[in-house]
């Protein structure tokens, strides 16, 4: 460790110019930047490459066909139409530039000082934005012309005038959503000033979308600007593609040609303009696919190859065709509430494999019993609740193993996904569901008591008179001391702790036979989570519901469960009643975690993991052997979740 | 050593009220603490108690509307960003959340070095602490070049640790710095921060909710509830053996591993809070 490491100089390259590379990867990127490049080279060399002067006219051979002394031949004047092209190209290209140079010169300083500070700047450039939005500008465009002359760069001066709006309110946005970041907070902990933080910190964040903006302005500010000359607005002694353009329509009959050139010369570079925006989109965007995927190939490579346990998927999934008839449950099971066996579900990947995150599960849950699933983050005890209710993402396949409920197959041997046709008569009438985060679980837009009241009039079929009684009834049970004013309430009205309430009220105010509850108590503080888990087991005790209690707190478990389930990426590492499994766990794993308790242990002391967390992969594959969970096996972990929320995105 | 380092007293923070002429909101109501040189306070108190408003105000992210700040002998309550600056050599901070306290467009090796450059450090001595950064808190040489979203939380963590023990700093605020991370992850890192401590005599003020987790690296305690401090004290007394009834629901309610020392500890609660309730009643009446 002390060693010191030779660092790879290239890596760091590496990094930065991926962006560029992914761009050339990508083949409409590739031709758009060969356009773009053949047009600045072009217009760079004009002077050179140019036969004749872009005003020169020959008088006795106008609108001379192509080919001999005039490659492109003549326009209506005689002047050598190449020459005109190559000149055109300096000046269009110029003046789009000048036009966003104009735009980005305004827009972004004003957005990021609006976005930064705030106050009366941003309410003040804000005003004067919306202003310059709501003006016509074809019709500045034109006034300026008649006050000013007619000169392309005045008239793009002030278009990147009109346009700076979108920088500005692009900026605005960018800044403002990580102005109150915390790395902005610690680099105002170093001393960092206002401008360097500017610099450094947001000015990243808007670069991107100010490349793509940028690249779809030019092909607008050329297309604006052809548009005028093309009605006859622009100056006439400047070769531009929109005077050419001009020209070559009053001479349609005599010389089509002369129309052809300026407008294949505009269509690409506007073209090119816009393709190479969205190759810059979409590097940024793969950027990050990319990234992961490159993350999962090295897992496969470590320990973690189990994680990524690629089941021989596409062919297989196919030939396990959804049976019509329901196979009746295996005997001897039928009285379990709940029964998972060897449950796997995947996410099938772009190269055919599956990425499986769970793996070869069982377990069951009797009636009135209180099963609970422990793991850290990455485990697969979501995916698992969530396989139970129906509720995983589109993308996941059920890849092996059976759950019944009630002596029912709910998923049955061979399907690939979960039948919600099966479900939807149980989820919310035998099978109810306590979430998260209590908060985001309450639409926002409707009040507590209608929230309640619904979903009992649908399941329960209920009238609204009799599911408001029930509904008030809930919510005294759950311990809400004004029920009627928590009925009447919107969601942002009451507290957390009081919005888990009204939650677990919804839960059981159908009778369920099974409650999922799933991290019931983490977004919770203390004091509150003991109030929940007390409310939880006197319901609990009540009804005799079975309640699967999806958790990583082994206190929580201590309180409530009666029987443990450990699981550890994706599989079931131990099971078994609670108190052999948190008094004399079996599995290293368990003991792992059970270990990393603070609670009784000597303070001030390490928890005996006091050598550098193993930094590299290598180490990885022994570190999982043994069961030392280090950091880097959390990355696995971590990753595996995170690709698990990306799917499910 | 046991020379004083900082002493906050009597600060208040008020933020202003939503609306015209809207009372201000009070988040702090003259609070009161110390911490020696070396030594860790812990800062335990629910969600809204005011604990982290308290570790900002010490960092200048909160405005002070009342009370002293001193550290190392200097009134800090109301510094400059001149004096911030300087004052980022002793002073520093590990946020909770490690997926937003690392800028994710930069390299590990950019974020570590801005607090460095930013006081002068060449570029070469720069590199050189860098190093011992990544060994002291146990990341590998090569993640100078990665970015942040290459690291689990865990790893992350470790990276806002080593940012914040650069210019090696005599105070440490760690706000929530293991909530986000998993359990064993979480027991990983409070390693870290033992054995930093134990190596180079920094203080910590020591933010969390979790009384567990207070206690194991704290020398003293300090249990805020609604802007206040109740109670105050050794670590070892204010955790096993309370005496503000907040204190005690607190203790109580966290819950323990084992289902029939939790079934005890519930009793204890219940009755704990029966006796709270019967005492509210008596006094009504």
Known sequence: MTQPVDIDPRAGAMVRSSLVKRIFTNPLGIIAVAILAIMILAATFAALLAPFDQNFADIGNTLAAPGG?????????????????????????????????????????????????????????SWFTNLLMSLPGIIVLLSARAALGPSVWISM???GILISPGYYRLTRTAVQSVRNELYVDAARVAGLGDGRIITRHILSVVRAPLIIQTAMVLGVAIAVQSGLEFLGL????????????????????????????????????????????????????DGQ???????????????????DARVPAASDVRTRAVSAALPAVEAGTEHHLLRVSNLGVGYPQADGSVRSVVRNVSFHVDRGEVVGIVGESGSGKSQTAFSILGLLPDTARITGGTIQFDGAYTVAPGDERVSQTRLRALRGRRIAYIPQEPMSNLDPAYRVGSQLVRPMMLVLGISRAEATRRALDLLEKVGIADPKRTFDAYPHEISGGMAQRVLIAGAISCEPDLIIADEPTTALDVTVQAEVLDLLRDMQKELGVGVILVTHNFGVVADLADRVVVMQHGSVVEAGQVRDILRDPRDVYTRTLLDSMLEGKEPMTTLGSSAPAAPVVPTLADAA???????VAATASTETNEAIEEVAR | MNERLLSVDDLVVEYPGKGFRAEPFRALKGVSIAIDQGRTLGLVGESGSGKTTLGRALLGLAPVSGGTVTFDGRDISHASRRQRRELSRDLQVVFQDPYTSLNPAMEVGDILAEPLTIQGTSATAANQRIRELLDRVGLPQDSVHRRPREFSGGQRQRVAIARALALKPKLIVCDEPVSALDLTTQARVLDLFLEIQRDTGVAYLFISHDLDVVRHISHDVAVMYRGDIVEQGRAELVTRTPEHPYTQRLLLASP?????????RRRNRRRLLDAEAADLSASAA
């Open chain 1, 289 to 307: 696919k990319i990234a992961k995927a490159k993350r999962r190939a090295t897992d496969a490579t470590g320990a973690v190859a189990a994680v």
């Open chain 1, 69 to 125: 002394e005039h490659l492109l031949g003549t326009d209506s004047a005689g002047r050598d139409v190449w020459s005109r092209l190559l000149y055109g190209a300096q000046l269009t290209l110029l003046s789009a530039l000048l036009c966003a140079a104009v735009a980005i010169g305004i827009g972004l300083p004003a957005g990021l000082i609006a976005g930064y500070y705030g106050g009366p700047f941003d309410t003040g450039a």
């Open chain 1, 234 to 285: 622009g100056n006439p002694a400047e070769a531009t593609w929109g005077v050419m353009l001009s020209d070559g329509f009053r001479n349609v009959y005599l010389s089509p040609q002369l129309f052809v050139w300026p407008v294949l010369a505009i269509g690409l570079t506007i073209g090119a303009l816009v393709l190479l925006g969205n190759a810059v989109r979409d590097a940024l965007e």
């Open chain 2, 256 to 264: 323990v591993p084992d289902p029939d020392r939790q079934a005890e």
């Open chain 1, 625 to 631: 052997r043994v069961g030392l969970i280090t950091d």
């Open chain 1, 157 to 159: 001066i002030m278009f």
